[in-house]
C-alpha cells in the first residue's frame, strides 16, 4: 500500500512570495491533516479535512494559508505572501477513520524555507 | 486546552542502555495517548498508542502504560539499540466533539551510541 505523498520535498522561496504544497492520501482514508512543524517543536494541527468539509481550521493564519481538498482525495496548501516566520516543515496526514484512537499516518514532509 | 509536556532532550546512550523518556499531558475528559517517533530522513511513524487508563502500549521492545492518576505516558525500552536513534514525540488525540487532532510534545531526540 502506497503512503502519504507529498511534494515538492523543499523549497526555498523569498518572503512576500507564494508557494503551494500538494498531498495525496492513502486511498480511501477520508481524514487529512496538515500540520506545521517548526524547528525543535512537535507538529502543530494547520487544518483538518473530513472528505471535502473542513473540520478545523482554528489554527490556520487565514489571512495568507489557504488550504482546499477538491473531490474529497489530493489537497493542496497555499501560502500567500509568505513571511519568514513560515520557515518550517509541512506535514500532511490521512487516517481511515476520524475517531480517537485513529492513526495518522505521516507524510515526509515538505521543508519550506523564507529568505 | 490540551497540552503535552515530554522530557527534554538530547538523550545519549550507549547500546544497550535502558532508556525513560517521560512524558505528561494534560487534557480533559479521556484522551487516547500516542508515541510517534521520526528516524532520519523519514516521516513520522507509529510507535505505540493506548486508548484507556492502565492500557499498555507496546511495540518493538518499547513500553507505555497510560496512567491517569499522573497524567502520564513515560516510553520505556529495556535495551537499546543503535538504530532506535530517532526523535520520539509524545501526543494525545482529543476527548470529544467531531475532532480527534494530534496534540504533540516538542520531542526528545534519543542518540545511541555502539
Known amino acids: 500500500e502506497a503512503g502519504v505523498a507529498q511534494s515538492p520535498r523543499y523549497k526555498i522561496i523569498e518572503k512576500r512570495q507564494s508557494v503551494a504544497f500538494w498531498c495525496n492520501p492513502i486511498s480511501g482514508h477520508a481524514t487529512l491533516y496538515w500540520y506545521q512543524q517548526i524547528l525543535g517543536q512537535g507538529p502543530k494541527l494547520l487544518i483538518q479535512f473530513q472528505n471535502n468539509g473542513v473540520v478545523d481550521d482554528s489554527q490556520l493564519p487565514k489571512d495568507r494559508f489557504s488550504a482546499e481538498r477538491l473531490k474529497g482525495v489530493d489537497s493542496t496548501l497555499k501560502i500567500q505572501p509568505a513571511k519568514l516566520e513560515d520557515s518550517a516543515v509541512y506535514l500532511c496526514?490521512?487516517?481511515?477513520?476520524?475517531?480517537?484512537?485513529?492513526?495518522?499516518?505521516f507524510g515526509p514532509g515538505t521543508r519550506l524555507t523564507v529568505t | 486546552g490540551n497540552s503535552v509536556t515530554q522530557m527534554e532532550g538530547p538523550v545519549t546512550l550507549s547500546e544497550e542502555a535502558f532508556l525513560t523518556i517521560n512524558c505528561t499531558y494534560t487534557a480533559t475528559g479521556y484522551p487516547s495517548l500516542f508515541w510517534y517517533v521520526q528516524y532520519p530522513g523519514e516521516g513520522l511513524q507509529l510507535l505505540l498508542k493506548a486508548t484507556k487508563a492502565d492500557d499498555k502500549g507496546s511495540n518493538k521492545g518499547f513500553e507505555a502504560t497510560y496512567r491517569k492518576e499522573t497524567t502520564s505516558f513515560h516510553l520505556e525500552k529495556g535495551s537499546v539499540q543503535v538504530s532506535d536513534s530517532a526523535v520520539y514525540f509524545c501526543a494525545l488525540s482529543g476527548s470529544g466533539g467531531s475532532n480527534y487532532k494530534l496534540t504533540f510534545g516538542k520531542g526528545t531526540l534519543l542518540t545511541v551510541n555502539p
Open positions: 496526514a490521512s487516517s481511515l477513520v476520524n475517531d480517537r484512537g485513529g492513526e495518522q499516518y
